[in-house]
């Protein structure tokens, strides 16, 4: 199940909010769109690298390019994705290469030059048409093929719209934000908002300062109490606070207590893992995650509490609080640990207190 995918209103209507959120719901939705039974996303091949890679119920491989917008280029990129895997031959133990390749191609509208290039190529093409429509709270996907009136396919869009409240002295939430909120679920934004909220209210001196792909929130770049990035590859936002690290917080050594930038998972309800990543990402990934990927790419599961560490902590170890489950609400305990924290360095709260 997908847990939502980001859209946004036009003058026309409504759109996903970037090519890489058509492709998140199109992999996730692939066997009921097209039938077809999906192989590989982003998969690079001399240099070019396709959408989405699927087999038919007749092994035949299947090449599909997406568009969010128009594209007039789009024959010729289907051509050299067709010249190149043909000659590769991948996957060949479950693609049937005897079998004529399908080149399909999806986008709200074509060009007219596209239709003059699959006129006179030597190759068939498979042109889809889609349309995001809101029947009431709902949102729709509509497929059809361009030469037919009617869609061909339905499927119901994940898309939880952001539901904000104004608060005195608080902003609204920048369109950036709302934007990455689109791919969340419910309960993930108000848990984002509710971050949000305890963090502007501790002081008079925190800012939401906003960047291409990253938020933070400081008296400045450099005094940071939390971030939230977007990550491509998930097509959700990531957040990030300062926090004591594990291996100070949880060992009770006689180390000073060191503040590091914590990244935080989600379920898609509430907050499962935290783990320390000094900058990007990270590669720590969390148990379930290591198991979709082959045993021979795993690292050695060497488990820690450092930012070497391939796997986050739970929650509950971290904040000790195995004997309350269900009674804590996480976003609220980490966002005020980290505001505490950030005041303790010396910044006034908002109501001139340290």
């Given amino acids: 199940m997908m847990s939502g995918v980001s859209l946004h209103q036009t003058a026309d209507g409504w ?15 692939l066997k009921q769109l ?30 599909l390019e997406l568009k969010n ?12 994705y067709y010249a ?10 479950a693609i049937n290469y005897s079998r004529p390749v399908r080149l ?20 068939a093409f498979e042109f889809f048409k889609f349309s995001v429509v809101k029947d009431g709270e709902k949102y729709h996907f509509l497929l059809r093929r361009l030469e037919e009136e009617h869609p061909c396919q339905q499927v119901s869009i994940p898309y939880q719209p952001l539901e904000t409240s104004t608060i005195e002295h608080i902003p609204e939430p920048p369109e950036l934000l709302i934007k990455w909120l689109g791919g969340c679920s419910k309960e993930e934004q108000e848990g984002f908002l509710h971050v949000r909220r305890n ?35 998930l097509q959700k ?18 180390k000073k207590l060191r503040i590091g930038r914590l990244r935080v998972w989600t379920d898609g309800r509430t907050i499962t893992h935290v783990g320390h990543v000094a900058e990007g990402f990270g590669k720590m990934k969390t148990m379930p995650e290591w198991e979709q990927i082959p045993l021979e790419k795993r690292p050695h599961m060497r488990h820690s509490l450092s930012s070497k560490s391939p796997t986050p902590v739970e929650i509950e170890g971290y ?36």
């Fill in 319 to 354: 904040l000790r609080c195995r004997n309350s489950l269900g009674r804590l609400n996480f976003w609220d305990v980490l966002s005020s640990l980290a505001t505490e924290k950030w005041l303790e360095k010396g910044y006034p709260s908002s109501n001139g207190n340290l």
């Fill in 15 to 29: 759109q996903f909010a970037s090519e890489a959120a058509l492709e998140k719901f199109v992999w996730a939705n």
């Fill in 69 to 80: 917008v128009e594209d007039r280029y789009l024959i010729q990129q289907l051509t050299r």
């Fill in 84 to 93: 190149n895997l043909l000659e590769e031959q991948s996957f060949s133990d």
């Fill in 237 to 254: 936002p990531i957040l990030f606070l300062w926090l004591p690290t594990p291996n100070t917080y949880l060992l009770h050594s006689s």
């Fill in 104 to 123: 399909i191609a999806l986008s709200p509208s074509y060009h007219r030059h596209n239709l003059i290039d699959r006129h006179y190529s030597r190759l």
């Fill in 199 to 233: 963090i502007l209210t501790c002081s008079q001196r925190m800012k939401e300062i906003l960047d291409k792909r990253v938020i933070h929130y400081g008296s400045g770049k450099t005094r940071l109490c939390a971030e939230i990035c977007f990550q491509q590859k």
């Fill in 34 to 63: 097209f039938h077809v039974t999906p192989l590989k996303q982003q998969y690079a091949s001399n240099g070019e690298v396709c959408d989405i890679l699927a087999v038919d119920s007749d092994g035949a491989l299947v090449i």
